[in-house]
């Protein structure tokens, strides 16, 4: 082992741990010269792969003298924060795609790494092989952001692309997802919309420098989404999508959400289909940006890691405080706003029992909820004599809207979906 | 004026310099100082401006040993390359907006900053707000970029989304852009392509960390592109839109030009519409993302400015050697292919005089010149007895589609349009 190479200790190796391996090994200059696995016996798929580098103690990696960089890659909340902090406290600084455990701790962790001069990156914790982190913090650091919207999960934009294509429903599309290895056998982390909600959370809180917490994101998954509503929205000129999202209003309160929304075909983000993720960024001076790519995968992951790892590198020995730019430490919480006090346009997909004089009934409905609708479509009749009904709203408060809902409903209707609509 | 702020002189006041004086008026820990303008006179956008900083010489603001960051934004080779130059030997730092001096003498102003150990940002000088230089050195430093197609200029590309939407001809949307202020009194720098060659000159050299030179890209307007041809691209699946390309062979040779193309409507470059900019970047490991945003104006521009000139700050006195990720030192030269010797696709419009026989005699002349056709329709017969006959080609190699093209017209037919086609 030569002096003067920079020494990453790796705690992980599947799939983006491999790929930060195999790329970093060309490198003259930084060498992985220890990394934490599960099973040391596992075959690898990495070509003169040296076995006498793996451990199945993450603390042998933590605690080596001789690592300058620990690269956290094993995802979740513990281990992982134990692990960071004891690297920390031993002089390392961490490169980590743990969206997770940033978005529970990350307040803690930085603070942390702050007071023991070392810097936390973590490029991949959101939207993958995408510039992201990194150009937010340095090159757009004099611009307010006041909005984002994205679409921050893969297998769930995957799911809503094929679902579009193949005017499949959800079930039939997650089933095939789930065969590809595009969804994990338990769904419910994607498609429920936890990890685009700890995405957004750190992704809102470095925009906004104003920390946001986890448990004051809305979030809502696509498992309600169905076919028929993608049909309904491509009449009307848009797409369906997670969209994870943030504003800021004039006051300062933030409005962080996870939700289904129809997005309109002239938008850029109705674009990025299949596995690809895309981050719409709103502010001053700047205007608005889309930056859109692989959100996902071993070598998109990896490009992310390699460049959180390179960017330590080259300031590591030569200055006491490296990466001014890239730290974090937003002392300010955001007040967030709660999603009934929120405006919307929404969409409606309402199945009527009897359809004789029911758009009067529910446009009656609307309007002593303060609902202005921007239309009313009634779109078939069925042999059972129910009438499919399909309503877009203008802008109005989420409660009035839930109000009219529950009135729609106990008028003996039955409310198939409810989706809002990008503004 | 406090010791402890970091002082900027800037270099021209017209709109971009605006923008970043009025952005940066609120920061308390960074001051312009001093303003180089033609005019002293003339009146400023700019609210509690104090006209006192104002200079009409250019060298008092290079000169001033109390400023730190020279911003030149003027733009053109001469006077700035040489106050660039003078501004680094006394010791300033450089933030420049200057496309065209970066691509015809970016090797001298680098090496020489180099030399000085002062560095040059110019995040504005490509894609105005779109973070594009500072990522592709930064969090994508670890990757091998081969490709990049991007819209660079904005004004083509208002006037090539005008033409598609309007169906209107080149010459009605040049004057309505004129008119507007989207496209200047004499547009040939924008239309002719020479804006968009500069831009992809410096952005190939970073991103294939080898210098190109301007005079190895191949460069054409979209003065030839006709409404006939945006009609035919659009039944035909494509947009036409200005592509600065650039592309890195496994030899290392590379493949830069500027020249109009069809591309295809599932590509999100053909959803890149009016004055915004697009860059997409294929390499490894990141694979490939497409960074969107306004590509120029008073704010997104500041932004970019900004951005260069905090980073700055933030390293400045407290490293001998700051920002060694930005720094831009590339000996090598890259080899260009010429055009003659590239391969692509391409749509081509031929009016033909006689009807009988015609499709046949083209489809004889490009087997013998090594072309495979994709497709070829013959769209309307006019009154006076000619057809237009429309080709898409396979892979064809350029020189033999320049001989196929010539001898297509000495048979008597008119090609009205030769444009590539995106592969």
Same mark, same amino acid.
Request: net charge negative; proline share 3%; with cysteine.
């Given at each position: ?9 790796? !705690?992980? +190796?599947? =799939? %983006? ?13 930084? #060498?992985? =010269? &220890? %990394? ?16 006498? !580098? @793996? ?14 960089? %620990? ?13 960071? &902090? ?45 510039? +992201? ?40 599309? @997650?089933?095939?997802?789930? /065969?590809? /290895? ?31 917490? @986890? ?32 504003? @800021? ?41 889309? +930056? ?24 590591? /020995? ?37 359809? &004789? ?25 069925? #042999? ?5 009904? =399909? ?22 209707? !039955? ?9």
């Amino acid at each position: 082992m030569e002096k003067n190479k920079i020494k990453i200790g790796l !705690i992980g +190796l599947g =799939t %983006v741990g491999t790929g930060v391996f195999k790329t970093l090994q060309p490198y003259e200059n930084i #060498e992985i =010269t &220890k %990394v934490a696995v599960k099973n040391i016996n596992k075959p690898r798929n990495i070509e003169n792969f040296d076995n006498s !580098i @793996l451990t199945t103690d993450c603390y042998e990696v933590v605690n080596d003298p001789e690592i300058d960089i %620990v690269c956290e890659l094993i995802g979740g909340v513990e281990p992982a924060f134990s692990l960071i &902090k004891k690297a920390i406290e031993n002089g390392k600084h961490i490169v980590t795609a743990n969206k997770e455990l940033l978005a529970k701790h990350g307040e803690e962790l930085f603070n942390f790494a702050e007071k023991h001069n070392k810097v936390i990156l973590y490029e991949a914790a959101i939207a993958g092989g995408i510039p +992201l982190i990194m150009p937010i913090k340095t090159i757009l650091a004099g611009n307010k952001i006041n909005k984002i919207e994205a679409i921050l999960n893969g297998t769930t934009n995957y799911i809503l692309t094929k679902m579009d294509v193949q005017g499949a429903s959800y079930a039939d599309v @997650l089933k095939e997802a789930q /065969g590809l /290895g595009y969804a994990e056998t338990d769904p419910t982390g994607d498609v429920e919309g936890f990890d685009a909600a700890y995405k957004i959370t750190t992704l809102a809180t470095i925009a906004f420098k104003k920390r946001i917490k @986890l448990e004051n994101v809305y979030r809502e998954g696509i498992t309600n989404v169905r076919a028929q509503d993608m049909l309904a929205a491509n009449d009307l000129g848009y797409k369906i999508k997670l969209i994870a999202s943030a504003k @800021l209003d004039e006051n300062g309160n933030a409005d962080v959400r996870v939700h289904p929304m129809l997005i309109s075909k002239k938008s850029t983000l109705a674009h990025i289909d299949y596995v690809t993720n895309a981050v719409s960024l709103s502010g001053h001076p700047v205007g608005s940006i889309t +930056l859109s790519g692989p959100g996902a995968g071993e070598f998109p992951t990896a490009s992310s890691v390699i460049g959180d790892i390179l960017a330590i590198a080259a300031e590591l /020995g030569k200055t006491d405080y490296l990466l001014p730019m890239m730290r974090c430490c937003h002392d300010e919480t955001a007040n967030c706003i709660d999603v009934k006090d929120t405006i919307n346009k929404y969409y409606i997909s309402i199945n009527a029992k009897n359809n &004789k004089g029911v758009i009067g009934k529910i446009g009656t409905i609307c309007a002593e909820n303060d609902i202005s609708l921007a239309s009313i479509v009634q779109r078939c009749v069925s #042999e059972d004599n129910t009438a499919d009904i =399909t309503v877009i709203t203008e802008l109005v408060q989420e409660k009035n809207m839930q109000n009219a809902i529950k009135q729609i409903e106990q008028d003996g209707n !039955i409310v198939n979906s409810l989706i809002r609509v990008q503004v």
